[in-house]
Each structure stands twice: as C-alpha cells, then as structure tokens.
C-alpha cells in the first residue's frame, strides 16, 4: 500500500494549537490611564486625563500618549508556576521599573509588519519564573496610541492579563515550527524531509489530545530530529541581533526616542535569558536620546558593550541618504558618528552599517578609507526593479579607486525570522558561495523597531547546529568581516556608484527640504570659514560646541526617509520649522564672526568702508549688490576680502545689455523667447554657435501625470507625454549690470514666476523662479535640448563627478534613467559644451542630447500634502568653450551656491588681519577645490579639506597667510599621517590622484 502523503495544512493548524495553550489567563489587571497629546516625563506620569480602562475600551487617537498604571496580584493556584503578564494596549508600550527606567517594550500584535518574517508583536512580560502566589503588581508604562509604522488600530485596549505560562508548551511550539519552517522550505525529496514531516505527523497524532505526557512524548519525538547535527560546513553563517530604527518615517522625531528606549530595554532582558545573544544597534543620534532621557538604561548598555554582546555598528551619525547630502557632511557623519563610539565606548568603528539608504555615492569608499572604515553592511540593493547586482560579496571600488570590502546579506533583508528558511535562502540564494565561507543572517524587527523577541532567539537555539543547514553561529558584525576579509584576493570589484533602481522620486520629493538642506550646508561652510579668519586673526573665537550642535541637528535632518522625503507630513513641518532657526542662526553667526574678522581692516581715514569676502579659493571679479543694496563690480582675493568705500557708490559703466519680452542679450549671448515663454534660441556670439538643438525650445516647463508615492514615479511618466504651464505675461527690464525678463506661468491651481537674466561680462542665463505649487499627482520639470553630440552627462556628485550614459542600449543603462547630480550637470563634446547649475535640485534624466531637471512633484503617500507649497530655487543655463573639464564648471557652480559676502568694517580690534586687500589661503594649481576650512576639533589648528575635480594627476601649492607653526597632512579623522615642509617659493607643494581628497591640519601659533 503507497504511503499516504502527509498534509502540510494540517501540520501548520497543529502549530497554531501549541501557541494557544501556551499561556493560561488567571486574573485581569486593573489599568489607569493618564492620557496626554504629547509624551510627558516619568515624575509627570499622573498629569493627563485620568482614564479608568478595561480591555475592549478606547484610550485615544492616532499619536496620542498615555501612562497605563497596571495593578494586580497573583493568584496563590499559580504558586510554584511561571507567571507572566500579557499586555497590549493596541499602541506601543515601555514598562519602567519604580525609579523610571525603562524596563522592555511591548509592541502591539497586530502592528503593520511582514508577517512571513514572524509577527512583530511583543506582549509578553516574564513576572517571575516560579510565583509564591500572592506577589503585588504594580508597573508604569508609557504608551503611543500607534503601531511599529505609526498605523492606528483602534486606540483599544486588547488585553492586560496575569498568566501562567506552560514552559513545557512554550518550547515544544518552538521545536515544532523551527522543523515544520525546515520541511517547507528546504526544497527537496531528500530522507532528512520525509523524516521531518513524519516526527511533526507523529507529533500531531499525540497531540490531539493534549497532555502533559503528550507533549513530553511530542518533544522526545522532535527533540531526535532537533539532536541530528551537521557535518564538516562548506559554509558558516554570522547570525546578530538588529533593530534598524528609522530616527523618523511614518512616525515623527519625538517617537523615535521612545522607540529606543522600548527596543534597547526589551534586548537587555533577553540578553538576560540568552546567555549566546548576540545584538548590534547603529546611530549614535539614538545612543544619545537614550543617554540623555535614560541615563540608567544606558549604563547597562554599555555595560553589555564591554561585554562584546552588544555591538555599535555604522560609522555614521545616523544612516543618511547618500545621494543628496554634500560632501562634507558625509564627511561630519563619518566624524561625529566615530568620535562619539570612540570617546563613549572606546571604540574604533571599522564598519559602515547602512542597510536602507536609497543608493550609494561613488564618494563613499574614499570617505570610508580616509576614515579607518574598510568594510560596508548593506542589503537595499536588492530592491532594484530591472537587475541583479552580481555579487553578496565583493570589493566597491569609488571614484578615486579606493576599495571598501562590502556585503549584501543573501537573505536579502534586515528584518530576518531566523528560522530554517533564513539560512536556507542564505546559503541557496549566496552569489559569491563559490569563493566565500561566510555569509551574514540579521534578524529581529526593524524600520519601527523593537528588535529580536525571544522567537528569534529560541529558533536560533535549535538552527545553530542542525543538520541540513549550514552552522549559524551569533556573534558581533564585525568578527564576521574580518573572516570575509580572509579570503580577500578571490572576491570580484564593482566600480562607481551602487545604483539603486528604485526610490528615484526621493531626489526631488519634499523640495523645501532638499533646499535648506543646501543652503545650510553652504551656510555652514562660509560659517567655519569666516570663524576660522577670525579665529587665526585673533578677532574672534570660534564657536566650536554651536558649529557641532547645529552640524548634528543637519546631519539628523539627513536621515535616509528624511531629506529623501519619505516621512510623514509632522516629519516634514517640525523639519522646516527647525531649518529656518537653524540657517538664521548660523547666518548670525556668520556675519558676526565676518564682522569680528573686518573689525581690524578700515583702513585709516575711511568713513564708512564695508568688507566684501570670497569664501572660494580664487580671486572673483563681480557684480554685487551685497554693500548697501547697491551695484558695484568688485575683485576679491582667494579665501579673503577686499575692503571697499560704502560711502562711494561706483559709477556703472554703459552696458550693452538688450532687455524685452522676447529677447535678452549682452555682449556675449543673445537669447530669444517663443510666444509662449520657453527659449527658441541661445546663441553664444563669442563662439558663433547655437547653443541650442535645432528647432527644439529650451526652459520648457512640462508637466507629467505622476501617480506615485515619495519613493517613486511611473518610469514611463514620459510616454503619456506632457502638457506645460501656460505663460500669462512677461515684463522686461534692466537692472543695473543684469538685463531681465520675468514671467509669469500658470497650471491649474498653481502659478510661477521667473525672473530670466544675463548679467554683463557673463554667459550665464540665470532662472530665478519662485512657485506657488498646489497640484496633486504632477511632475514639473524645465526641459533643455542641447546641440552638443555626446554618449555621456557629466554629473557633479560629492568630492568629483560621474559620467552616466545619455543612451539606453541595455537595461541597465535604462533603470538609470533618472539620476543624481549636485551643482552641476554638464554635456560636452571636445570644442564645446553647456552646463545647468542650481542651487537646491538633485533629479535629473539625460536622454540624448537633451537635460530634463525634476523640480518639483506631489506626491499623497506618506505625505498627503507633499510640497503644495510656495517654493523658491534658482537654475541656470552655462554654454562654454571646449568641454566641461577646460571650461571649470565646477568653479561657476560653486558660486552659484555661494554668493559674495559683506560686512562692515568698524576700526581697530588688535587682530593680525592687514587692512585694504588680504587672502587668507591662496591655492595656485589647476582642478583642485578647497571644501571646507574649519578649527580643528580637539586642537588649536584649522583643517583644510581639498579634492582634486577633474578625475586627473594634479599638482597645487597651497599658500597659508595666516600665522602658524606647521602643517601637515592628515585623515579625515584629524590625525596626522605625515609632516609637509614649507616649499622655497612658500606654502606646501600638494599631489593629487584623480578625485583624491587631502586633509591639511594647519598648526597656528
């Protein structure tokens, strides 16, 4: 007689009936409720509405807070038994013990997760492991009436329960699913299955009537198949704890820092259960919400870390976007995130943890090495739509050829079961297993947080040494990457940029945050230059603890569902509210420390002189209207000032500017409008040339039907075609140096001004525009057709630039359709060329001979009033002679962004500055940028950070005019690496590799 195939249904309802009776309810808690709209501290828990709850009862809205008193006592007929309390209030929830420190988090069951990677709920609290009977309860806890992603279900109260947990039940549910897990997802006929299948059959049988000796029995029968362990590995996976907390998403800021203290309570009592539990948390922005509001919570935190069971992990302030954040600061993420692990927990972080960011820069393995970071933990890579990326393990080689040893996780998440599938699809689904002995399994609940429960930890028990399934072993991250790095010379490269084919809407979603987050990247760069003249000069001190704190509240702003614009609509009002104090306090502070550094620089009999600074590293001839509101036309030295009579306004000289509706012109471009506003011709008259394609207008404002979320836009929104904004009139002028015409454009709801303008002496055509944007489910993008032959754009990234294909021959080359660039994006051909600049715009397609700029799009989902708002950004279209690299576009775009500066001078302070004309650090050599000048961060010295631009061997002399003792070249740690000697003609002799970046520490005196 066949044999008669075993139901696979039937086995699962079977596991579903070991989890009911696994805990038995012997008595309600009584529940009060203090219910508040925002959270409120521990010693002011009884200062909300006092609510009086049982379960089924409402307790408040989406976002709303409360502290549950829970009071009860156990009943004497649990004496002798494991009682434990049962909790979910249907919202998140921190028990706190009576001095109020967090204790664990309970997460309610129901919250929005994955549940083919285990149920996120956490509503279990282990009261004691044999009770009295008679024990008094009585505990605190702080809720949000919200799920792990910031749903709402319901504001009810589920359950608050005393009960006796059957341990006997409890570990033979787990022995049951790891091995049910097993049969379903090995994928195979082979004996070790059927046997499986068979001892979860036979277990069923015993099982339908339950008793004790039948679950003894069952687990004897399981327990042989749990003993069978593996043979000699072919492969060993690292198994470690994770939490990835998203700082904000689909909850704001202020969650998040009860988010921490739930997930980092709830892992310290497992770590108490499990002796082998092994976790890791990144992002030192939470370290330090929990160090400020639970300074106990984290004492035994770090404790644990001196133990080597809990990991810090990432070498970042918090785990940023890489495509729109500015060089530097991924340059104070990398800083501030290493100095904190370093001075808090003595750590020297060698490991970048970033496993959802939107895409990768082509910067970031420089960065990383010139940080003491080798090795990268990612997995978003596995989101992409159309490819694979080759490999789970390989060498990431950026733009200066700097290599950084990576690794995808082969389960392809961050949120693992840990169960038999996780090490299953590891070792099925591993790339690089031909060459690799280890792969790396994270498991436990993240995005929302809460982490590993105990789930994890007892199939992890079970997993580690079974037969069928490679050996999982738990431990830190990082011991798993020094044995990947064991067998370093057989892993293959991958050069440039991690592109993900995904999540391109986030270079141009929530745009008003995208454009603080530029202006005060640029703020905070004129802001350390103007301190560190005053500084060195002696006129001024610098304001070392506000530059960090106000460079920490940025980098948090910089967070990956952030500055991407993929949070919720609170996220981005409080983000906004904050940007605006913060760039009108560093522009505070700029202008003092400018006027501190003028103080010394009246010269002697001047009225009313002002002080005019260039905070770039070559002199500019230009026209400002910067003193007085006035025009003049001023020439300021490399990295200094020039001092300038206020008193006497300068003549303006006979320009030959053209200004009318359809036409701008100056002696180096006539321009042409159409009737309906966009640009027919842009003729460069030095050159003799259109800069235009022939008969295709330019500045086209064109907007697509665009019906997707934060993350994404339809990639055939092109194919339905575009309709524009129609021009509804258009004045002329001139102004002073500039000739102008402004426009004014309307679409459905919404309307635009632009003011277009030359300026004399430039080829620049500047588009200042200012947007009333209030249209749902619309892309606008300014559409600029070149007559430039090429198969490449040019695009400006941090510390260098990309060239990306403007063809699509494979499908590679067409998931890149929208791409990243920063100030600049550039088409050339050898003899000629024409560059667009802007000041706070990052999306871009470049298809053929023509540049689309995404400016603007309005997503519902998760913000459902995503950027229906008044907007402002300036772009501007540059044609130049010979390609990008001999016209220096790098240098128009870094002042488009970073205007010439003035103040005024007020006589004497005593400071060493000489008056009249100075620069302050002068750089003479050809495609090296000076980025940043700032003090040093434990040490009376300014660090001078350079790159060099083109992707060529450079030479440059830097010349320091300011008063100092040495120089020498450092990381970007600040450490010095070696000593520079002052070269015979003066300043330090530096050598670049192509898109090398170099650290100068300058010792004053």
């Not at 590293?617 to 300021?636: L, Q, Y």
């Not at 249209?775 to 695009?795: Q, S």
Request: glycine share 8%; charged share 25%.
């Amino acid at each position: 007689m066949p044999h008669t195939p075993i139901n696979m249904d039937v086995l699962r309802q079977t596991l579903r009936g070991i989890e009911s009776r696994i805990y038995t309810k012997v008595a309600p808690l009584a529940m009060t409720a203090y219910a508040t709209k925002e959270p409120v501290v521990f010693a002011e828990r009884e200062s909300g509405e006092r609510l009086e709850l049982q379960a089924g009862d409402r307790w408040g809205e989406r976002w709303d807070c409360a502290w549950f008193h829970f009071r009860g006592t156990v009943p004497e007929a649990a004496a002798g038994q494991p009682v434990v309390l049962l909790i979910d209030v249907n919202g998140e929830l921190c028990l706190f013990d009576e001095e109020g420190t967090p204790l664990q988090g309970l997460t309610n069951v129901n919250s929005e997760f994955d549940l083919t990677l285990g149920l996120p709920g956490k509503r279990v609290f282990r009261l004691a492991e044999r009770a009295s009977g008679g024990e008094t309860v009585d505990l605190w806890g702080d809720a949000g009436n919200n799920d792990l992603f910031g749903f709402f279900r319901s504001g009810t109260v589920k359950e608050a329960d005393i009960a006796i947990c059957h341990e006997d039940v409890r570990q033979l549910y787990y022995d049951y699913e790891v091995l049910l897990d097993y049969a379903e997802n090995a994928g195979d006929k082979s004996a070790r299955t059927a046997r499986i299948v068979q001892a979860l059959y036979d277990a069923h049988l015993l099982l339908r009537r339950p008793s004790d000796e039948a679950v003894a029995e069952a687990r004897r029968i399981l327990g042989a198949e749990l003993a069978k362990r593996g043979g000699d590995p072919t492969m060993t996976a690292t198994a470690v704890g994770h939490a990835h907390i998203d700082l904000a998403w689909l909850w704001p800021i202020r969650e998040t820092y009860r988010k921490g203290a739930r997930t980092f309570s709830t892992v310290l009592r497992n770590m108490e259960r499990y002796p082998d539990y092994v976790f890791g948390a990144s992002q030192p922005q939470l370290y330090q919400w929990v160090k400020e509001q639970h300074p106990k919570l984290y004492a035994q935190i770090k404790a644990r870390i001196a133990e080597g069971r809990w990991e810090a992990q990432g070498a970042m302030w918090v785990e940023p976007d890489t495509n729109v954040s500015g060089g530097e600061a991924l340059v104070r993420q990398i800083l501030y995130g290493k100095r904190f692990f370093r001075d808090e927990f003595g750590l020297d972080m060698r490991m970048l943890w970033v496993p959802d960011v939107f895409g990768y820069s082509a910067a970031l393995p420089q960065l990383l090495k010139l940080s003491g970071v080798d090795y990268v933990m990612t997995q978003k890579l596995s989101w992409s739509v159309h490819n694979d990326h080759p490999h789970h393990t390989f060498f990431w080689e950026g733009l200066d050829g700097s290599r950084v040893l990576t690794h995808l996780p082969p389960e392809d998440t961050y949120n693992g079961p840990a169960l038999p599938r996780s090490v299953l699809k590891a070792e099925r689904d591993y790339y690089d297993k031909n060459v690799s002995d280890h792969c790396l399994v994270v498991f436990g609940i993240g995005d929302g947080g809460g982490g590993p429960g105990e789930e994890h930890l007892e199939r992890l028990a079970r997993v580690k040494n079974l037969q069928g399934l490679i050996p999982v072993k738990q431990e830190p991250a990082i011991a798993f990457f020094d044995k990947l790095s064991e067998n370093a010379s057989r892993y293959k490269s991958w050069k440039g940029e991690l592109y993900l084919e995904k999540h391109q809407g986030t270079l141009t979603s929530q745009a008003r945050n995208k454009r603080f987050n530029r202006k005060l990247e640029k703020a905070l760069r004129e802001l350390e230059f103007a301190a560190s003249l005053a500084h060195a000069s002696g006129t001024g001190v610098y304001p070392a603890e506000e530059l960090e704190t106000i460079w920490k509240e940025v980098l948090l702003y910089q967070f990956h569902d952030i500055l991407p614009g993929s949070s919720i609509t609170r996220v981005f009002d409080e983000s906004l509210a904050r940007y605006e104090v913060l760039l009108a306090r560093v522009n505070e502070l700029t202008a003092g420390a400018y006027r501190d550094a003028a103080a010394a620089m009246a010269p002697s009999g001047a009225e009313r002189a002002a002080v005019v600074f260039n905070s770039l590293p070559w002199a500019r001839t230009e026209w400002t209207n910067a003193v007085g509101g006035e025009w003049r036309e001023v020439t300021v030295p490399a990295m200094g000032y020039t001092v300038v009579d206020a008193a006497a306004p300068q003549a303006l000289p006979a320009f030959e500017l053209r200004a009318a509706d359809d036409a701008l012109e100056n002696e180096l471009v006539r321009v042409t409008f159409l009737a309906d506003g966009s640009i027919g011709s842009v003729y460069d008259k030095t050159l003799r040339r259109e800069v235009l394609a022939p008969n295709e207008p330019a500045n086209v404002l064109a907007v697509y039907a665009d019906n997707g979320d934060a993350w994404d836009f339809p990639e055939d929104y092109a194919a339905a075609g575009a309709e524009r904004m129609t021009l509804t009139g258009a004045r002329a002028f001139v102004d002073g140096p500039q000739a102008v015409v402004e426009q004014r454009y309307a679409y459905g709801s919404s309307t635009l001004v632009q003011r277009v303008s030359l300026t004399a002496g430039s080829k620049q055509l500047a588009f200042a525009t200012e947007a009333d944007w209030q249209e749902n489910g619309r892309m606008l993008r300014a559409i600029f057709p070149l007559n430039v032959y090429t198969d490449a754009a040019n695009c400006e990234i941090q510390f260098g630039h990309l060239k990306r294909p403007t063809h699509r021959n494979t499908m590679w080359e067409y998931a890149k359709d929208e791409i990243c660039a920063h100030q600049w994006i550039d088409l050339s051909q050898p003899d000629f060329g024409a560059a667009l600049l802007n000041d706070c715009k990052y999306g871009y397609s470049a298809n053929g001979h023509t540049i689309s700029i995404n400016l603007l799009r309005s997503p519902s989902y998760p913000d459902p009033v995503c950027d229906r708002a008044e907007h402002r950004f300036d772009y501007a279209l540059l044609p130049h002679e010979g390609d990008f690299l001999a016209a220096e576009v790098y240098k128009a775009a870094y002042a488009f962004n970073s205007p010439l500066a003035a103040a005024e001078a007020g006589g004497s302070a005593g400071g060493a500055l000489p008056a009249d004309r100075f620069s302050a650090l002068e750089l003479d050599g050809r495609g090296v940028m000076l980025e940043a000048v700032k003090k040093a961060e434990d040490e009376n010295a300014l660090i001078v950070r350079l790159y060099e631009t083109s992707g060529a061997n450079a030479s440059a002399r830097l010349q320091v005019r300011l008063a100092h003792e040495s120089a020498a070249l450092a990381d970007l740690m600040e450490r010095e690496t070696s000593a520079l000697a002052a070269a015979e003609a003066g300043g330090y002799e530096l050598s670049f590799g192509p898109f090398e970046i170099k650290t100068v520490k300058i010792n004053l005196s």
